[in-house]
Every structure is written in structure tokens, then in C-alpha cells.
């Protein structure tokens, strides 16, 4: 989890183009953990992004509206990912938020467009 702070520092837009993971639950849950991680240890300059990529998915996780085991999920995959560098997976996990706020961003666009084309009322 060393590279977990050295991989946030990157730039998020660097790269948009992430691939949608095969597992999202599961993609979602070591997002969750490997964010709280930095959020909890990582640089400081780091910390506050990190916090609000773990509510992004931790959000993610509730608006499913599953019922999964949310602790024994947190603690399967922070097993899973014990000893790893985690750097490619806060990649993706960024990588996905950022894809996500630039769809959101082009509606955002879309929407005000139409607005101003309407006439006026």
C-alpha cells in the first residue's frame, strides 16, 4: 500500500479511459478500502482527495441498493489486497471518477445548451 499516496498524486485526467471492471462491487469495495487508506496514512497534500474519493465510493456501494455484507466484503478484499503496491488500483479508481464526472460534465453542457436554445417563456 506504499504507492497508494504516489499513485493519487497523479493526475486523474490523465488518463479517462477505464475500463469498466469486470466485478464493480468488488472494484468498488477495494476503491473504497485503498482510498480510506490513503486517507487515513497517506501524504497530506493527498489526504482530503482521498476522502472524497472513499464517500464517491461508499456512495457507489450504497446506491446499489443491494444487500451485501459490507464489513466481510471490506474484509475479504483488504485481505486480497495485502502486500500489493496498489498504485494501478487507485489508478482505476480514479480513472473511473474521472470518466464519470466528465459524462456528467458533457450533461451538465447538453442540458444548459437546450436552455438556451428554448425560447423564451
Not at 485526467?13 to 497517506?42: E, K, Y
Not at 464489513?71 to 486480497?80: H, I, P, R, V
Amino acid at each position: 500500500m506504499r504507492m497508494f499516496a504516489a499513485a493519487l498524486a497523479l493526475p486523474l485526467a490523465a488518463s479517462a479511459t477505464a475500463d469498466v471492471p469486470d466485478d464493480p462491487l468488488r472494484f468498488d469495495v477495494q476503491c473504497l478500502i485503498a482510498t480510506g487508506h490513503v486517507a487515513r496514512s497517506g501524504a497530506t497534500e493527498h489526504r482530503a482527495a482521498a476522502r472524497s474519493a472513499s464517500i464517491y465510493y461508499l456512495g457507489r456501494l450504497d446506491g446499489r441498493g443491494q444487500t451485501f455484507d459490507l464489513e466481510a466484503s471490506l474484509l475479504a478484499e483488504a485481505a486480497a489486497l495485502r502486500g500489493q503496491d496498489g498504485g494501478d488500483l487507485l489508478r482505476a479508481c480514479g480513472q473511473l471518477m474521472v470518466r464519470r464526472g466528465a459524462e456528467v460534465q458533457a450533461i451538465g453542457a447538453r442540458v444548459l445548451a437546450r436552455e438556451r436554445a428554448a425560447p423564451a417563456r
